[in-house]
């Protein structure tokens, strides 16, 4: 399921962290690292992120959760 569009990307230091905004303004934030983010499809502005990677713990049913 969609979470949102990366409205803001935070440089940490160690990682960035990439702000994920859904359409009601709910934040996830997504670490960019390689065990968080899946894939990354330029062409369809899409990336893929590891549900159980996420702050919350991930959308309903785990596995990995397109944004964008």
């Known amino acids: 399921r969609a979470l949102g569009r990366v409205a803001e990307v935070l440089a940490t230091g160690a990682n960035d962290v990439w702000v ?31 549900a159980e990677a996420l702050e919350y713990g991930g959308p309903p049913g785990g596995g990995a959760a397109p944004t964008g």
């Open 20 to 50: 994920v905004k859904d359409e009601g303004g709910a934040e996830v934030l997504v670490p960019a690292v390689a065990h968080a983010v899946a894939g990354v499809d330029l062409a369809s502005c899409r990336v893929t992120v590891v």
